[in-house]
């Protein structure tokens, strides 16, 4: 059963950083591209960066130049790496998995973990 769970959530002041981790269990890691999306109560799920088997990456213009995504093949696990936040910022963080996805479609990522709340006050 593949599972992911999401760890490094918190509140933090605005322009402070937080790194979120996703470590991805119970399946073959082979070909699976992992992403973060976040979704704040009342709007849809809004993608925020991925990254694929080969590394590449896709980071979302809202985010670009503050927050940064990497993985560890081996170890199965992602990060994400968010500096300079804003109140913007605040939303519930999910790692997603799945093969052949894109950022820009959340209903094409097969696997989620149940999220990391992150909380941004001035």
């Known amino acids: 059963q593949v599972q992911l769970v999401e760890s490094g959530g918190g509140s933090v002041q605005v322009g402070g950083s937080l790194k979120l981790t996703c470590r991805f269990s119970?399946?073959?890691?082979?070909?699976?591209?992992m992403a973060w999306f976040r979704q704040v109560p009342g709007k849809e799920r809004e993608g925020v960066a991925d990254?694929?088997?080969?590394?590449?990456?896709t980071i979302s213009d809202s985010v670009k130049g503050r927050f940064t995504i990497s993985r560890d093949i081996a170890a199965m696990t992602m990060w994400l790496q968010m500096n300079n936040l804003t109140s913007e910022d605040t939303a519930m963080y999910y790692c997603?998995?799945?093969?052949?996805?894109?950022?820009?479609?959340?209903?094409?990522?097969?696997?989620w973990g149940q999220g990391t709340q992150v909380t941004v006050s001035s």
């Open positions: 997603a998995a799945g093969r052949g996805a894109i950022l820009t479609a959340p209903h094409l990522w097969t696997y």
């Open positions: 119970g399946a073959s890691f082979s070909g699976i591209s």
């Open positions: 990254i694929r088997i080969s590394g590449a990456s």
